[in-house]
């Protein structure tokens, strides 16, 4: 069975120039935005990562199924512009970019990619609401994780690093690309709630880090299929920014950034990777919650406007997303980055 599947991709890969040729006129992309979910429609209801960036730029354009893409989602285009939702975690994500960008239908051959959408973000680096543009993707299941139990050592981490990882491990973006982009975006002015502000000072002291203004700011992402949280875990990112030199703090923990870069790396397109994401959650237990009453008792949605992790900042938080990254198309759309 192994070979078997072997030979078929062997087989794909040699007929994808030949299916590429049967288009005669590919479409242009110069943009492509992947979002990783929607709540409900693309338009007109509550907003998850995809629907500001649809209302605005693809609203009436065509739509297209893509083969091997996620179930359902459909590419959109209009006017030089893509996007799809390519769904959650790094399989979905990693499967649905490639999928997209050997679509012979479209030419990507000089599109940039825009990984946008949330996460939990870093203590002390962070607040709910930020803006981040990332520098480094790094993936946070690569490498060995030991049950603190077996540890025979004292140790605040139990994550050790395998150099034979590295080439998926992680992933340094274009940094001219990241400068450009962040000179553009640093001052982009975003907000914050009244209720999302006290969450946040309730759950750390009204430490002054953690009731700043949100901001634009640059970072490291960690992706991990293994939605984590906890100071232990956040000890361990930490760590793994440290460990491969990324050159911005450990900012975020996603589901699906390392894994699109590892897809555009082979496809020869990592030099025009852009990830701009948004804090709608700590990478914490805040506020008296813990792991037994967040994943086992409740449940608890990061969206609602009364939930006990992200309090109502998550609407507020997608419309900061956009209000950074319509600057960064825009810039792309008029050849100004």
């Given at each position: 069975?192994?070979?078997?599947?072997?030979?078929?991709?062997?087989?794909?890969?040699?007929?994808?120039?030949?299916?590429a040729a049967?288009?005669?006129?590919?479409e242009k992309?110069?943009?492509?935005?992947?979002?990783?979910?929607?709540?409900?429609?693309?338009?007109?209801?509550?907003?998850?990562?995809?629907?500001?960036?649809?209302?605005?730029?693809?609203?009436?354009?065509?739509?297209?199924?893509?083969?091997g893409g996620?179930?359902?989602?459909?590419?959109?285009?209009?006017?030089?512009?893509?996007?799809?939702?390519?769904?959650?975690?790094?399989?979905?994500?990693?499967?649905?970019?490639?999928?997209?960008?050997?679509?012979?239908?479209?030419?990507?051959?000089?599109?940039?990619?825009?990984?946008?959408?949330?996460?939990?973000?870093?203590?002390?680096?962070?607040?709910?609401?930020?803006?981040?543009?990332?520098?480094?993707?790094?993936?946070?299941?690569?490498?060995?994780?030991?049950?603190?139990?077996?540890?025979?050592?004292?140790?605040?981490?139990?994550?050790?690093?395998?150099?034979?990882?590295?080439?998926?491990?992680?992933?340094?973006?274009?940094?001219?690309?990241?400068?450009?982009?962040?000179?553009?975006?640093?001052?982009?002015?975003?907000?914050?709630?009244?209720?999302?502000?006290?969450?946040?000072?309730?759950?750390?002291?009204?430490?002054?880090?953690?009731?700043?203004?949100?901001?634009?700011?640059?970072?490291?992402?960690?992706?991990?299929?293994?939605?984590?949280?906890?100071?232990?875990?956040?000890?361990?990112?930490?760590?793994?920014?440290?460990?491969?030199?990324?050159?911005?703090?450990?900012?975020?923990?996603?589901?699906?950034?390392?894994?699109?870069?590892?897809?555009?790396?082979?496809?020869?397109?990592?030099?025009?990777?852009?990830?701009?994401?948004?804090?709608?959650?700590?990478?914490?237990?805040?506020?008296?919650?813990?792991?037994?009453?967040?994943?086992?008792?409740?449940?608890?949605?990061?969206?609602?406007?009364?939930?006990?992790?992200?309090?109502?900042?998550?609407?507020?938080?997608?419309?900061?997303?956009?209000?950074?990254?319509?600057?960064?198309?825009?810039?792309?759309?008029?050849?100004?980055?």
């Amino acid at each position: 069975m192994h070979r078997i599947i072997v030979a078929a991709l062997i087989i794909i890969s040699a007929l994808q120039p030949m299916m590429a040729a049967t288009v005669e006129n590919p479409e242009k992309i110069d943009v492509l935005i992947l979002p990783k979910f929607e709540n409900g429609e693309m338009a007109g209801d509550f907003p998850g990562e995809a629907q500001y960036y649809y209302e605005e730029y693809l609203a009436g354009g065509e739509e297209y199924d893509i083969a091997g893409g996620f179930p359902g989602h459909k590419l959109y285009v209009k006017d030089g512009v893509a996007l799809y939702v390519t769904g959650m975690g790094k399989v979905n994500a990693s499967m649905s970019a490639t999928s997209v960008l050997l679509d012979p239908r479209f030419d990507f051959s000089d599109a940039y990619v825009i990984s946008t959408g949330c996460g939990g973000t870093a203590t002390e680096y962070s607040v709910m609401g930020d803006v981040f543009v990332m520098s480094a993707c790094i993936d946070y299941d690569l490498g060995h994780h030991a049950d603190p139990r077996e540890m025979t050592i004292p140790s605040e981490t139990t994550w050790f690093h395998d150099a034979s990882y590295d080439d998926a491990s992680y992933k340094l973006l274009n940094q001219e690309l990241v400068s450009d982009v962040y000179e553009l975006v640093k001052d982009t002015e975003i907000v914050t709630t009244d209720k999302t502000r006290a969450f946040m000072a309730a759950a750390f002291d009204n430490a002054e880090w953690a009731t700043r203004d949100p901001k634009v700011l640059l970072g490291t992402t960690v992706t991990g299929d293994n939605y984590w949280k906890g100071y232990y875990d956040e000890a361990n990112a930490r760590l793994m920014a440290e460990t491969y030199n990324a050159p911005d703090p450990y900012a975020m923990s996603e589901m699906e950034d390392a894994a699109i870069a590892v897809a555009l790396d082979r496809l020869g397109m990592l030099d025009r990777y852009i990830v701009i994401r948004d804090s709608v959650n700590m990478d914490v237990f805040m506020n008296g919650t813990t792991p037994e009453y967040l994943w086992a008792g409740i449940e608890d949605s990061l969206s609602s406007e009364e939930s006990v992790e992200a309090a109502d900042i998550f609407a507020t938080a997608m419309e900061n997303n956009f209000k950074v990254g319509r600057q960064v198309v825009d810039a792309i759309l008029d050849g100004t980055l």
